[in-house]
């Protein structure tokens, strides 16, 4: 009973027990937060890699990144759009080409924590890559960036 008991204490603690290299006892590993051209957010779930600022205007900007983290043009055919808000009445921003990047054709809705969920189509042959983001606007005590964009340890 007792081997048992412990059996299954191993068990519940295995995925939260991680290793200093940044894999855990599942598997997998958790990427390095990274500084964005912009100091935004990097979202790394789609290729290329794509920064996700919110501007002084409350506009948001896809600026779209190679390996090293320096900006990139698009790929021809790109498409973007965020759903935030409310989610009983929710935003839904679109994308225009503006140099180099995509920016939000309407600014964000009122308040300062948004859950927003980004759609991406990085190319006319590529596949749709949803991603989900909570948009928080309050400054880190740490390093001074939106929440949203922090790259402190543990945050």
Known sequence: MKTKLIALCLALLAPVAGFADGTHAHGHTHA???AGPNQGRVLTGIEPAAELFVTAERKLRLTFIDDAGKPI???AGTTATV?????????????????????STAVLPEGGN???????????EAKL???????????????????????CEGH
Do not use: H, M, W
């Not at 935003?91 to 225009?96: R, S, V, Y």
């Not at 948004?114 to 006319?124: D, H």
């Not at 890559?129 to 928080?136: A, F, K, P």
């Open 32 to 34: 390095k937060k990274i």
């Open 73 to 75: 043009a698009p790929v």
């Open 83 to 103: 759903i935030t808000g409310d989610r009983a009445a929710p935003t839904t921003l679109n994308f225009a080409a503006d140099g180099d990047a995509l920016l």
């Open 114 to 124: 948004l859950p927003a969920v980004v759609r991406i189509k990085p190319g006319a």
């Open 129 to 151: 890559v949803t991603i989900r983001v909570q948009l928080n606007l309050a400054k880190c005590g740490e390093c001074s960036r939106p929440e949203y964009a922090c790259v």
